[in-house]
């Protein structure tokens, strides 16, 4: 059987997460480590149940829902290899990449927070543009749309049936009034991720990812801005370089998955995004989610 492990990205945080992993090896060493690269109190911030005043405390915010995310997943994944579960190859949604890159043994632990602490600070700070999520949709008339309307891109290809998508406010308003769909749905992020809107701060990733030696793949990784199945560290270089201002194409993953017809799909993070996400768009695929220190197992 083949098995993918899939790591998500933002979106599929949740208060308590942190809670759920807290008696499982390395989970205070983790977090405490990192909150001392963060400066802030990590683990407590996955914990709040009251709307903080406070942006720096909001798990919400982008300089905190990444790292968190990657502690809660970094944290799982290594129970299961502890426990001797082990992929066939790797995915990421966004941020979920660099987990993937990790779980490969591409980089180590301390690599990625760092990178993390860069990657986030960069998005929060670009400050330009929108995005919004379009659900049910007609695909022929979103593309004719996406063509016909200056500044505005696909973000994330997430499935037949949804997509995000970036741009400027205006044009985000231009093609709500032109599309049929269920839903559009404008979402509260700090910018266009995912788009020519990000050049400049992907430029800068760029500049920091020279520091970061890429170690070849224990096993392979299918990237957001090539998805197809990589080994080669350089190449993973290039796509994690380009990832940050170009579309998440993960219809294209799941498809390429698709094509093994004995596919064990193994969500491993807080929430069941992308579980969901497979479920809808693929048929006869097993799926699996871990979760919590109560489910070290598929």
Not at 136 to 165: C, E, H, M, P, T
Not at 196 to 210: D, H, I, T, V
Not at 211 to 231: D, G
């Amino acid at each position: 059987m083949t098995v993918a492990w899939v790591f998500p990205g933002q979106g599929s945080q949740k208060i308590g997460m942190a809670k759920q992993i807290e008696n499982l090896p390395n989970t205070k060493e983790r977090f405490n480590y990192a909150s001392e690269i963060f400066e802030r109190n990590l683990f407590e911030i996955c914990e709040l149940n009251t709307e903080p005043t406070n942006p720096l405390i909001d798990l919400n915010n982008t300089r905190n829902t990444q790292i968190c995310l990657f502690l809660v997943e970094s944290i799982l994944l290594d129970a299961l290899k502890k426990k001797g579960f082990k992929p066939t190859y790797v995915a990421g949604h966004s941020l979920g990449e660099i987990t993937a890159l990790y779980c490969a043994d591409v980089f180590s632990f301390e690599d990625c927070v760092s990178l993390i602490k860069e990657r986030s600070q960069l998005m929060v700070n670009s400050g330009e543009g929108s995005m919004a999520a379009v659900i049910g949709f007609d695909r022929n008339q979103l593309d004719l749309l996406v063509q016909k309307i200056d500044d505005i891109v696909i973000a994330n290809d997430n499935s037949s049936s949804q997509v995000v998508l970036s741009g400027s406010a205006e044009a985000l308003d231009d093609l709500s009034r032109e599309i049929s769909c269920k839903r559009f749905l404008k979402l509260n992020v700090s910018g266009a991720f995912h788009s020519p809107f990000m050049n400049e701060p992907s430029s800068k990733f760029s500049e920091y990812l020279k520091q970061i030696k890429f170690n070849n793949p224990s096993f392979p990784v299918i990237s957001n801005y090539e998805p197809s199945l990589c080994s080669d560290p350089n190449e993973l270089k290039i796509r994690l370089e380009k990832q940050m201002c170009n579309g998440v194409r993960w219809r294209e993953t799941m498809d390429l998955m698709a094509k093994d017809t004995d596919l064990h799909i193994v969500e491993i993070g807080p929430s069941n995004v992308l579980s969901g996400l497979g479920k809808r768009h693929l048929k006869d695929v097993k799926i699996s989610q871990v979760s919590s220190s109560d489910q070290i197992s598929y």
